[in-house]
Nanobody, 124 residues
Framework: QVQLVESGGGLVQAGGSLRLSCAASGRTFSSYNAAWFRQAPGKDREFVAAIRWNGDSTYYADSVKGRFTISRDNAKITMYLQMNSLKPEDTAIYYC?????????????????WGQGTQVTVSS
């Protein structure tokens, strides 16, 4: 069982930056691929970024490529999402998730463990 807790959300002006953290319980997270998703009001949950268990490969949605950076520190069993050049359309609840070992996934229903989410609001 893996428990995930997000933090770092908040209110920021367009063009600003935020850094989200996802703290995991249990060292097994260090062996798992993981990802960030987001869900805006009235919309489906969507893939944002993913990272392999050892951090050697990262993947991004086209909408955030070049602005967001996913990373992890396995010694701290924590994953991060650095968000720069934020836009109002980035406003959403951001979730971290893991699907264990295996292939990198992008669909929410392929993930077994989720955090509770952290709100990000970008004002224009």
């Amino acid at each position: 069982q893996v428990q995930l807790v997000e933090s770092g959300g908040g209110l920021v002006q367009a063009g600003g930056s935020l850094r989200l953290s996802c703290a995991a319980s249990g060292r097994t997270f260090s062996s798992y691929n993981a990802a960030w998703f987001r869900q805006a009001p009235g919309k489906d949950r969507e893939f944002v970024a993913a990272i392999r268990w050892n951090g050697d490969s990262t993947y991004y949605a086209d909408s955030v490529k070049g602005r967001f950076t996913i990373s992890r520190d396995n010694a701290k069993i924590t994953m991060y999402l650095q968000m720069n050049s934020l836009k109002p359309e980035d406003t959403a609840i951001y979730y971290c998730a893991t699907n264990g070992i295996g292939l990198i996934r992008r669909k929410p229903d392929e993930f077994d463990y989720w955090g509770q989410g952290t709100q990000v609001t970008v004002s224009s």
